[in-house]
């Protein structure tokens, strides 16, 4: 089955520094790869989310790129603030499976200093 | 924004005991799920529905676990006879179609002592 594996597990970084986290993954059949964001006691939320017929998406401060052949996805957080302190975790799964059946990588602790 | 609702927020049980969870999804949503976070470890699957069965399980998803929509609302997680191991956050998800995200609830901590 698929194996997603994600690293650093805890990174900290000076606001308005930049913020990267990376993932890899077993399957070549995946081709969802979401991010979540958890904040402390509260759900995961979706921040951004990218299919594998694209290598790049972007949605404000937040990027994820993916790499198919090399079989790994990152998150690319920039001018971080305070509040993007959490905990964030990558997930992968395929159409094969079924892209409910999500496959979480084991979380990345940011914590964004002042 | 509409929210996936989880109650309760926290369980507490004996081994051997019948627990339910509880969500209540999204009201369009079609596809319902249920994940496990054990403390320090990742979240894992355990079960998908749609239409009224279930879709797929892994492999912890054995004879223990049921899961039912008693009506148009909820959706329920049932474990039968609890171990020290079913010991987690329980969340449950929701998504409006099969390749649409999933949306998480808040989560219900079980501790079986």
């Known amino acids: 089955g698929e194996n997603v594996e994600q690293h650093p597990s805890t990174l900290s970084v000076q606001e308005g520094d930049s913020a990267v986290i990376k993932c890899t993954y077993s399957?070549?059949?995946?081709?969802?790869f979401p991010w979540y964001k958890q904040e402390l006691g509260k759900r995961p939320q979706l921040i951004i989310d990218i299919r594998s017929n694209v290598g790049e998406k972007k949605d404000q401060r937040i990027a994820v790129t993916l790499n198919k052949t090399a079989k790994h996805f990152s998150l690319h957080i920039t001018e971080t603030q305070p509040e993007d302190s959490a905990v964030y975790f990558c997930?992968?799964?395929?159409?094969?499976?079924?892209?409910?059946?999500?496959?979480f990588g084991a979380g990345t602790q940011v914590v964004v200093t002042p | 924004e509409p929210e996936v609702t989880q109650t309760p927020s926290h369980q507490v049980t004996q081994m051997g005991q019948e627990v339910i969870l509880r969500c209540v999804p999204i009201?369009?949503?079609?596809?319902f799920y249920w994940y496990r976070q054990i403390l320090g470890q990742k979240v894992e699957f355990l079960v998908s529905f749609y239409n009224n069965e279930i879709s797929e399980k892994s492999e912890i998803f054995d004879d223990q676990f049921s899961v039912e929509r008693p009506d148009g609302s909820n959706f329920t997680l049932k474990i039968r006879s609890t171990k020290l191991e079913d010991s987690a956050m329980y969340f449950c998800?929701?998504?409006?179609?099969?390749?649409?995200?999933?949306?998480f609830g808040n989560g219900t901590r079980l501790t079986v002592t």
């Open positions: 997930a992968a799964s395929s159409r094969a499976n079924s892209w409910g059946k999500l496959q």
């Open positions: 998800a929701s998504s409006a179609s099969e390749i649409l995200p999933l949306h």
């Open positions: 399957d070549s059949a995946s081709n969802y």
């Open positions: 009201s369009n949503h079609l596809y």
